[in-house]
C-alpha cells in the first residue's frame, strides 16, 4: 500500500538558517509527489509538485524539493528561513488505491522559526 | 475570487445532532474532495465528487453523507455527530480528476462534546 512519512513531527529552527524537511514514500510506480503548506487557521497551499523530469524541482515562496528514487525520499529545502515561513508542512504523493486515485498525506512537520 | 469557501468557520455540537458542512467553488473545477485533519495523523479522504452528479467514499466515510447539488457545491452531513468526529474539515477542489493539484479551503473546525 502506498504511504508517506514525515519523520521529523517539530523541527525548530533560527531565522536566516536553513531548512531540510524529509519525507519518505512507498510506491510501487513513478510517483507524483507534492509538498503543501498549512499556514495557522488556513487551507492547504501548494509550494511544488514532482511529476516527472528533472528530479530538481522549484516551488514558491523559495522552496525547493529533490527527487531520490534510489532512497524514495522527496525533501524540502529552503537556503534561508523566513519567520513568515513557520507554518505546518504536509508531503503527498498520488496513489491509487480503492479504485480511485487520491492524494496519501504524511502526518505533517510543524515548523517553528526563531528570530 | 473567492475560491473555495467553507462554512461554517466553526461549530461546536452535541452527541447525537446533525448538521451539514457547506463548500461552494467558484473555478469550475470537476472534481471536490471532503478532508479530516486530526492532529498527527495527516489529512484523510472522507468522500469525493469526480464530477456532478457522482460521489464515492473515501478513506473514512463512515458516519458521514455528502451530496454534489451542483458543479460548485459539495455538502458533507454529520446525521448523528460523535465525539470522534471532532476534527477540522476541509473542502478540496480540483480541476480534473487525477492531476491531484488541489486547492483548499479554510477549513471547518468541528467539535463534538
Known amino acids: 500500500a502506498q504511504s508517506v512519512t514525515q519523520p521529523d513531527i517539530h523541527i525548530t529552527v533560527s531565522e536566516g538558517a536553513s531548512l531540510e524537511l524529509r519525507c519518505n514514500y512507498s510506491?510501487?510506480?513513478?510517483?507524483?509527489l507534492f509538498w503543501y503548506v498549512q499556514s495557522p487557521g488556513q487551507g492547504l497551499q501548494l509550494l511544488l509538485k514532482y511529476f516527472s523530469g528533472d528530479t530538481l524541482v522549484q516551488g514558491i515562496k523559495g522552496f525547493e524539493a529533490e527527487f531520490k528514487r534510489s532512497q524514495s525520499s522527496f525533501n524540502l529545502r529552503k537556503p534561508s528561513v523566513h519567520w513568515s515561513d513557520a507554518a505546518e508542512y504536509f508531503c503527498?504523493?498520488?496513489?491509487?488505491?480503492?479504485?480511485?486515485?487520491?492524494?496519501?498525506f504524511g502526518a505533517g512537520t510543524r515548523l517553528a522559526v526563531h528570530p | 475570487n473567492a475560491g473555495v469557501t467553507q462554512t461554517p468557520k466553526f461549530q461546536v455540537l452535541k452527541t447525537g445532532q446533525s448538521m451539514t458542512l457547506q463548500c461552494a467553488q467558484d473555478?469550475?473545477?470537476?472534481?471536490m474532495y471532503w478532508y479530516r485533519q486530526d492532529p498527527g495523523m495527516g489529512l484523510r479522504l472522507i468522500y469525493y465528487?469526480?464530477?456532478?452528479?457522482?460521489?464515492d467514499k473515501g478513506e473514512v466515510p463512515n458516519g458521514y453523507n455528502v451530496s454534489r447539488l451542483n458543479k460548485r457545491e459539495f455538502s458533507l452531513r454529520l446525521e448523528s455527530a460523535a465525539p470522534s468526529q471532532t476534527s477540522v474539515y476541509f473542502c478540496?477542489?480540483?480541476?480534473?480528476?487525477?492531476?491531484?493539484?488541489?486547492?483548499f479551503g479554510a477549513g471547518s473546525r468541528l467539535t463534538v462534546l
Open positions: 465528487s469526480a464530477s456532478e452528479g457522482t460521489t
Open positions: 510506491y510501487g510506480a513513478t510517483p507524483y
Open positions: 473555478m469550475n473545477h470537476n472534481s
Open positions: 503527498a504523493v498520488e496513489g491509487f488505491s480503492g479504485g480511485y486515485n487520491k492524494l496519501i
Open positions: 478540496a477542489t480540483e480541476q480534473g480528476s487525477g492531476a491531484n493539484v488541489l486547492t
